[in-house]
Nanobody, 115 residues
Framework: QVQLVESGGGLVQAGGSLRLSCAASGRTFSSYDMGWYRQAPGKEFEVVASIDWSGGIIYYEDSVKGRFSISRDNAKNTVYLQMNSLKPEDTAIYYC????????WGQGTQVTVSS
């Protein structure tokens, strides 16, 4: 079981940047592929980006390609999501989880992008 705590969200103007962090507990963090997910009002839950256990295989959802960057530091049990050129449609609650997602979710972090 991995416990997850997301942070770094906030209110930002369109075109701005945020860096999300996800601190994970558990000695086996480095063995998990990880993902960032988001839930926007009235929209389906979606995976935004994912990264394999070594950081070598990375996926981005089409709408964030070229703007978001996922990375991880296994020594710190942390996965990051650097978000640049933010758009109002990026407004959502962002969560991290393993990939595929486990049943154990953190509280998420709210990202609000104003136009």
């Amino acid at each position: 079981q991995v416990q997850l705590v997301e942070s770094g969200g906030g209110l930002v103007q369109a075109g701005g940047s945020l860096r999300l962090s996800c601190a994970a507990s558990g000695r086996t963090f480095s063995s998990y592929d990880m993902g960032w997910y988001r839930q926007a009002p009235g929209k389906e839950f979606e995976v935004v980006a994912s990264i394999d256990w070594s950081g070598g295989i990375i996926y981005y959802e089409d709408s964030v390609k070229g703007r978001f960057s996922i990375s991880r530091d296994n020594a710190k049990n942390t996965v990051y999501l650097q978000m640049n050129s933010l758009k109002p449609e990026d407004t959502a609650i962002y969560y991290c989880n393993t990939n595929p997602a486990s049943v154990y979710w953190g509280q998420g972090t709210q990202v609000t992008v104003s136009s």
